[in-house]
């Protein structure tokens, strides 16, 4: 019995030797090393169809953060300071209704100024609320849209068209078109991954490859309502086995599968499946250390809210982003997010409740911008921040505001896009965009450019037809174009 | 609306440039006067400088990026760059009207005012500009400019020709004359097959073992694997239709409904949630799952199949049971993945009819008709009219109920047979006991609103009582020794006597009020104490009494209502002897509201005696009052009443128990998600680029004119009644004889799944865009031979299973590899991945846990939403909850069909995922520990032989040579090494072994 005990230590010590070694050749340090390494990885990834592929011209970014506020941000209480509304604060004004009961009615409405004071920052002297103290240090650094304008009304519609550009039609997810029309840039991790996404709202169908391969599905990494600190790529690690004992396993039945495949004489599909194997279990050496944040300093953990009551959850979501984006995962979004029918943002009947979620995503969001450019990684990664749509001027009950998808702002920042920049206009109120107008589609096509992809061109065939993110929509905004 | 102006375009980008080039800059004037001398228009000078000077650079500055004949792209067919251009138009007709500003499209535009239509897209253009363009269409709108007009582009679909292409071509049976080798064919089907590979000069694969075969024919009919019994029998039989005996044995199983309605389901989209925005639960869409199996179960004609989902609720029906039947087909129209909180409820209705055509032209006729809908179809002969033809009918049905969140249209399942007998019992049962729970309420609420008012009234004006009015020996506190500043008072007519008095709520401690009754004799006596409450009175009045023991002290609570008549309250009984001194005393000590001082009774409590003298018990003394005959019957009344209505608040409680008790066991009355017609059936309009507004002609409703043999090019109306949406007609189309499409689609599904691909590779693509039969006369010959066989699916399965090139080997020799290296002619057998529920079900059946109860809600009870959902049954992977928002984890990797689109044919891709799923996942895990303990259960086996069963389980063979000396190995080396007792670590080691197994390339793979 001893023995055996001796025995196992022995087993489990050279174990974790060999799993240093292994992490320092593969791990996120020595990507670059990895992928010379592993000839045979490249190979998986061919049949996989997940190699890195040419895009259609030069890239500006070659890679994507997506920051997804849930539920719709205001947009005249953040980022869209208009003089009028606060001038005509209580007035009224003419509003033909949109939604189910109220469609086409006329109606008076009354203005209501923003919650929140303004202030001039940065060089470009951008006018940035209370809201997000922190996110307006870096107002140079971003390109403002404020003449945003969306498709549906309610969350579900208007989510999904941010994902997918289409309200009701099964269409696959930005990320799964970026991820078809580049592939991998990494051989360990998946391409696109969401981290903490919500069941509802459109739910997977938000992430989901639809007719693409299924390789272009966004994977995953936990989901809204579980803390940041559980979440993880579903069965990344064996909750049963020790890694000594899984090792064994894993060379046993590979050993099987060898055997099988020879005896069937040579097929692709099966030799790939033998490969994906290897890759699984090279994830499984690979991911959790990826969204492992305990490596980091602590000043890098504070400069992202983590630890602060308000902010932990979020700035580990954000910093977990970075990591996945530095180990090269080409599309990151991250969600703010929850599962009620009213999402995190959605304050029809207490606007004052945005200061708690810009609490809890300012901080995060700021330390994520200082990070990736102290680290060099914002000139090729585009930061997208925003929700599916914006909030009305005008008051609902006492102290709450509608849904606002014809006039909003959300900006961008990183590779290829002008920094201190700010482009397009609401009206006087902030109500309809009016001027540099950017559809939820030019916005896609924008980032598809960005990332050296023709959205004219990046088409999938699909039962008899030629699909495309954009539709026959989408201009590409070439004004913000560093 | 107007689409022309609805499609988006730039014209954001200042082109001053051009403005130069036009020679803007050198002098409008001078350039009018030059056109006007040339005579090119017959305008005045000031028109002409009006447009050269202001309207025309606005053209050119924001419209002509998509609207001049030189644009990249121009947009809605309109061109702005000459005057017959905006007077023709574009897509939606002229875009100017001279003189008219309400008839000119572009004021619209400009004006920002309709959000369907505003131009320039990017940016409003300032009231100035606005002004101009106004300014210029009242002026009569001059413009010297030439040239083409624009309009819209239109693809002209010749039917005729459309009908040459070889999908809508009549079905024709020929057959194979002659072949080289005419031994090898056991079927018509084989003919076809040898006939292609010969003519290439190819032999096929030989025909595969019995084991790999008889394999493959259990998940391909049944989808699950053979048991080792059921391979041993089958190797062994050794007579002719050994192979036949079980086909036919497997078509009979309702295994097989399982299985290949689950095919259907996939092209059905079946779902039991909507997902997408605000995912809706479809309760009871697994009725319409169950129909489906049984339908497969009973070999249901498809041509009934059919009709039946897309009419089955319109069907006349002999039984109860073939409505219901009929009405859940129906639900198929209603299935889709509708967004039901799109707030824009008229495009809703159009999302719906959109994904109902889309899912029943793929389902059913291989067609993608989404193409037609914004315009004619781009690569088949379907113009948009046709589109609309179909429209009209779908929108002529009742799918949503109104709504914020919108609804679906469910409706009541008709009863029937001894079920009906025990159904109307029920209902009999229930309504008797429903009418007594109702009456009693009625009563019971009755009587509390009279004894409301009467405590009500009694609050008001309780009468004073005389002190004569009752009985006993009563002593009024006006006969009472007072110490301290009492207060006489009236003020609540709860009294007895004259009044009373209180403490005035002061001299705390120092007040009291003595009582001394004259007795008639000694003996016991109840005491009593009258007072009237309320919240400003003491809780703890302490009083005295003084009897033959001694001295008694009591606290009354004063704020709480007397329970006596509402008069008084007991203080206990007490005997009383002469000469002992006897009365009661009321203080003030220590109380902190008024204390009320009324009156005190001593009522003689007569002692019954037994045989030994000892006290037996007593009267009972019930009110304080006596011979105040109205008091006392008021008194009585109201004890009565308050009795009788606690009594029938009782009986209410056990009744409804009972209502409730009863309505749970109710036998079942279910409903059927469904359709309905619309109460405004009738025609409809085109929509001009597919916009919901913008309204073409109308249309006669109809079907696709080129797959519709004899009907003219302009259409192919259908005969609809007034008030009917024409589904009936559609059906009755979809099951012509004579239809090209509908028994070649389906004919070539049912190949794939036995085949591993299909005759036509494209199954939900028969168009232009899809790829061409390989064998166009084995399809066709499978497709009449179909009709011709009552459109049995079973005899259609059977003949392809009989057929040799079902029974090839996937192995074959280089010759036939080189020369079909895609396997397109079917010479060798395709290897095939499991589909996630045959692997599931295979894990399950290897474990043990397998539940085959068949049928029926699988939902748990109270499920509201879909998100989350934990799934934890180990039923068969078709009774699985199939919701939008949440998949069975299995089943999303390893590429269950997308219950969002119509899946002809699943993919099978090769993922990490599905590696991490078998290696990590407790669901994997779990059943690998449950399979080793089933093996290990099995006595007095060695290693060797239980090896071979888990393999005959899981693979359908014994262990290879190599296989068996590595497992072996591996097990002898887990047992040294593992965690825990031996007996721990043998399981261990086996469970790790059968783990394996599931992740091997035999099992997931199909030979």
């Known amino acids: 019995m001893q023995q055996d005990n001796r025995h196992r230590n022995d087993l489990v010590r050279g174990m974790s030797r060999r799993r240093m070694l292994r992490q320092t050749a593969c791990g996120f340090g020595g990507l670059a090393l990895a992928g010379l390494l592993n000839e045979d990885q490249a190979s998986a990834a061919k049949v ?148 903490s996404p919500s069941a509802t709202k459109g739910g997977p169908r938000n992430y989901s ?274 | 609306m107007r689409s022309m102006l609805l499609q988006r375009f730039v014209g954001m980008v200042a082109v001053l440039g051009i403005c130069c080039a036009l020679g803007l800059v050198g002098g409008v004037a001078v350039r009018a006067a030059e056109i006007k001398k040339r005579g090119e228009e017959k305008l005045s000078v000031e028109a002409l400088e009006f447009f050269e000077g202001k309207v025309r650079p606005l053209l050119v500055k924001y419209c002509h990026e998509c609207h001049a004949h030189d644009a990249r792209k121009i947009r809605g067919g309109l061109l702005l760059d000459s005057r017959d251009g905006w007077a023709k138009g574009g897509d939606s007709g002229p875009a100017v009207v001279p003189g008219s500003l309400e008839k000119s499209l572009l004021i619209e535009a400009v004006r920002y005012k309709n959000r369907d239509m505003q131009m320039p897209p990017k940016r409003k253009l300032d009231a100035a500009e606005v002004a101009v363009f106004e300014k210029w269409v009242k002026m009569g709108a001059p413009d010297p400019r030439k040239g083409k007009a624009g309009g819209p582009k239109k693809r002209v679909i010749d039917i005729e020709k459309g009908r040459k292409f070889w999908s809508f071509m009549p079905l024709r049976v020929e057959k194979i004359d002659r072949l080289k080798d005419e031994g090898w064919a056991w079927s018509e089907i084989d003919r076809y097959i040898l006939a292609r590979l010969e003519a290439k000069g190819l032999r096929p694969a030989s025909d595969t073992d019995r084991r790999t075969l008889i394999r493959r024919l259990y998940f391909d009919l049944i989808g699950l694997p053979p048991t080792p019994s059921d391979i041993e029998a089958f190797v062994k039989d050794e007579s002719k239709d050994a192979y036949a005996k079980v086909v036919d044995r497997l078509l009979g199983s309702k295994d097989y409904g399982e299985r290949w309605g689950r095919h259907w389901l996939d092209v059905a989209r079946f779902a039991e949630s909507s997902g997408g925005g605000r995912s809706l639960m479809f309760r009871n869409a697994w009725r319409y799952r169950d129909y489906v199996i049984d339908a497969y179960n009973k070999d249901k004609r498809f041509d009934d199949f059919i009709q039946e989902q897309i009419a089955g609720d319109l069907l006349e029906s002999k039984t109860a049971e073939e409505r219901n039947e009929r009405m859940v087909a129906t639900g198929y129209l209603a299935l889709g993945p509708t967004n039901y909180e799109q707030q824009d409820k008229g495009l809703l209705r159009m999302e719906v009819v959109d994904e109902q055509i889309d899912t029943m032209g793929r389902t059913f006729l291989g067609m993608t008709l989404g193409c037609a809908k914004c315009h004619e179809h781009k690569f088949d002969p379907i113009p948009a009219r046709d589109y609309y033809a179909l429209a009209g009918i779908f929108r002529s049905t009742k799918v949503l109920t109104p709504g914020n969140v919108s609804g679906y249209v469910e409706k009541t399942l008709q009863v029937s047979g001894p079920r009906k007998a025990a159904y109307d019992q029920y209902k009999a049962d229930e309504r008797a006991l429903a009418g007594l729970v109702n009456s009693l309420k009625k009563e019971i609420a009755r009587l509390s609103k009279r004894k409301k008012a009467a405590i009500v009234k009694g609050k008001r004006h309780p009468r004073p009582l005389p002190v004569t009015g009752l009985v006993g020996v009563v002593v009024d506190e006006s006969k009472a020794k007072r110490v301290g500043p009492w207060k006489h008072s009236t003020y609540s007519s709860n009294h007895i006597g004259r009044g009373y008095i209180h403490d005035q709520k002061m001299n705390k401690g120092g007040s009291k009020v003595v009582f001394t009754p004259a007795l008639p004799r000694e003996g016991m006596y109840e005491v009593r104490i009258a007072y009237n409450h309320g919240a400003s009175r003491a809780a703890r009045v302490p009083v005295e009494i003084r009897h033959a023991g001694g001295v008694k002290k009591i606290f009354v609570n004063q704020q709480a209502a007397p329970p006596i008549d509402g008069l008084m309250t007991s203080l206990g009984r007490y005997e009383f002897k002469v000469g002992m001194g006897h009365g009661v005393s009321v203080s003030n000590k220590g109380t902190n509201g008024f204390v009320i001082v009324d009156a005190v009774q001593f009522l003689e409590v007569k002692v019954k005696l037994g045989v030994n003298g000892v006290a037996k018990g007593t009267t009972k003394i019930q009110t304080a009052t006596s011979d105040n005959a109205l008091r006392k019957a008021q008194a009585a009344d109201e004890v009565r009443r308050l009795l009788k209505l606690d009594g029938l608040k009782n009986d209410l409680r056990k009744l409804e128990a009972e209502l409730k008790a009863m309505r749970r066991k109710a036998p079942t009355l279910g409903k059927a998600m469904t359709v309905d017609e619309s109460p405004d059936a009738g025609d409809w309009h085109i929509h001009i680029r597919g916009q919901i507004r913008v309204l073409g002609p109308k249309v006669k409703r109809g079907f696709l004119t080129v797959a519709t043999p004899g009907a003219p090019k302009a259409g192919a109306d259908a005969t609809i009644g007034k008030g009917e949406s024409g589904r009936i007609q559609l059906a009755e189309w979809l099951v012509r004889r004579d239809h090209p499409l509908t028994s070649r689609v389906y004919v070539n599904r049912v190949w794939l799944h036995l085949l591993g691909k299909g005759i036509v590779p494209t199954p939900d693509n028969f168009g232009t865009m899809g790829r061409p039969p390989s064998h166009p006369k084995l399809l066709d010959y499978l497709a009449t031979k179909f009709m011709d066989d009552g459109w049995s699916t079973k005899k259609l399965v059977r003949a392809i299973v009989m057929s040799r090139v079902y029974r090839l080997s996937t192995q074959a020799e280089e010759s036939l590899k080189k020369g079909d290296p895609e396997n397109d002619l079917f010479g060798r057998a395709e290897r095939r991945r499991l589909e996630a529920e045959a692997i599931r079900d295979a894990i399950l059946l290897i474990s043990g846990k397998l539940d085959r109860k068949r049928g029926g809600l699988t939902i748990r009870k109270f499920t509201q939403y879909d998100n989350g959902y934990a799934f934890n049954t180990v039923r068969r992977s078709v009774y699985v909850p199939m919701f939008r928002n949440s998949l069975l984890e299995l089943f999303d990797v390893f590429d269950v069909a997308n219950p969002n689109l119509v899946v002809g044919k699943r993919v099978a891709s090769t993922r990490p995922t599905q590696a991490l799923y078998l290696m990590n996942s407790p669901f994997v895990m779990e059943q690998a520990r449950a399979a080793a303990e089933r093996l290990l259960k099995l006595k007095d086996l060695a290693d060797d032989e239980r090896l071979d069963r888990l393999y005959e389980m899981a693979v359908g063979r014994k262990p290879m040579t190599k296989e068996r000396e590595l497992t072996l190995k591996y097990l002898a080396q887990e047992r040294e090494t593992g965690e825990g007792g031996s007996d721990t670590r043998i399981l261990q080691a086996w469970a790790n072994v059968c783990q394996s197994v599931f992740a091997s390339l035999d099992f997931r793979y199909l030979n």
Not at chain 1, 103 to 132: C, I, N
Not at chain 1, 232 to 248: C, F, G, T, V, Y
Not at chain 1, 367 to 375: F, M, Q
């Open chain 1, 48 to 195: 996989s169809g997940l190699a890195p592929k040419a895009p259609h011209f030069a890239p500006k970014a070659k890679r994507v953060i997506f920051i997804f506020m849930q539920g719709g941000p205001s947009h005249v209480d953040s980022f869209d300071y208009k003089d009028e509304l606060v001038k005509n604060d209580g007035k009224n004004i003419d509003f033909v209704g949109v939604r189910f009961g109220t469609f086409g009615k006329k109606s008076k409405r009354r203005l209501m100024k923003p919650l929140w004071r303004f202030k001039k920052y940065g060089q470009a002297g951008q006018t940035v609320s209370e809201l997000f103290p922190h996110i307006a240090q870096h107002v140079d650094d971003i390109c403002l849209l404020k003449g945003m304008h969306t498709n549906g009304v309610a969350h579900g519609p208007s989510t999904l068209f941010m994902h997918t550009g289409a309200t009701a039609l099964v269409r696959p997810s930005i990320g799964s078109w970026v991820t078809y029309g580049l592939g991998s840039e990494n051989k360990n991790l998946p391409a696109f991954v969401t981290i």
């Open chain 1, 209 to 482: 490859n639809a007719f693409l391969p299924t390789i272009y599905q966004g994977v995953p990494i936990g989901r809204a309502g579980l803390s940041a600190k559980l979440a993880k790529i579903a069965h990344i690690s064996n909750p049963k086995m020790e890694l000594s004992d899984q090792r064994r396993q894993f060379e046993f039945m590979q050993k099987i599968n060898r055997v099988q495949l020879e005896a069937a004489q040579g097929d692709d599909r099966l030799d790939a499946t033998i490969k994906s194997y290897e890759l699984a279990f090279r994830m499984q050496m690979n991911a959790p250390g990826v969204l492992e944040l305990s490596g980091e300093d602590e000043a890098t953990k504070e400069m992202y809210g983590i630890g602060e009551k308000h902010s932990d959850d979020f700035g580990r979501q954000c910093l977990m982003a970075r990591r996945l984006s530095e180990a090269g995962v080409r599309y990151v979004q991250i969600n703010y997010g929850d599962e009620s029918p009213n999402p995190r943002w959605d304050q029809h009947s207490n606007m004052p409740a945005h200061m708690n979620h810009a609490r809890a995503t300012d901080k995060p969001v700021a330390g994520l911008l200082t990070d990736l450019k102290r680290r060099g990684l914002l000139e090729d990664t585009l930061v997208w921040w925003g929700g599916e749509f914006g909030r009305t001027p005008f008051a609902q009950g006492k102290n709450g505001r509608d849904h606002n998808p014809r006039g909003f702002s959300i900006f961008l920042t990183g590779g290829g896009v002008k920094s201190g920049f700010s482009y397009g206009e609401t009206d006087e109120i902030g109500h309809y965009a009016v001027e540099g107008k950017v559809h939820m589609h030019d916005l896609h096509a924008t980032i598809l450019h960005l990332m050296g992809l023709d959205h004219e061109k990046l088409t999938y065939r699909s039962a008899g037809r030629d699909f495309r993110l954009t539709d026959v929509y989408g201009e590409v905004v070439k004004e913000i174009m560093a």
